[in-house]
């Protein structure tokens, strides 16, 4: 049985890993298969919407095999897909409303990385990222 040996941290555009940089050096310099992370990254995130960046942990074990782990996408990924906005705020978005039971369903989809978390920490940190971004909260 192979022991894991240390792990490797990236976020990367789902469906679109390839040996280019920054994915290729990061694994090349490990000894890790190129070609075998992205075909089974890509495979795994088919499903996402396009331009979703997913934060990907990648354990390395010390015969160079690796299991890899979908964490959730960030919450400002999240809000940017729903709301289909590239940046932060602007004049245009003034309009941009989230309402409570959207942001608790925001904070399940962010529970699955954490259990621990309680849904009022999570809700708050939700709802602070949304006036980051412009967002106001619709009564």
């Known amino acids: 049985m192979s022991h894991k040996t240390g ?3 990236m976020n990367i555009e789902a469906g679109k890993a390839s ?3 920054p994915v ?3 694994l ?3 000894g890790l298969n190129m070609m075998s992370f992205c075909k089974e990254f890509n495979d795994l995130t088919k499903n996402y919407k396009s331009g979703t960046i997913v934060p990907t942990r990648i354990d390395i074990f010390d015969d160079k095999s690796i299991k890899i782990n979908l964490l959730t996408p ?3 990924s ?3 897909n729903y709301f289909n906005i590239s940046k932060g705020p602007s004049i ?3 309009s941009l409303e989230i309402t409570p039971k959207e942001i608790f ?3 399940k989809i962010k529970k699955i990385d954490d259990p621990t978390l309680d849904y009022s920490s999570l809700c708050k940190s939700i709802y602070s990222t949304c006036l980051t971004l412009g967002i106001q909260l619709k009564n």
């Open 7 to 9: 792990y490797l941290k």
């Open 19 to 21: 040996p280019a940089p």
């Open 24 to 26: 290729g050096p990061a």
């Open 28 to 30: 090349g310099l490990r």
């Open 74 to 76: 960030s919450v400002t």
């Open 78 to 80: 999240i809000l940017k």
């Open 92 to 94: 245009h978005q003034l």
């Open 105 to 107: 369903e925001i904070a």
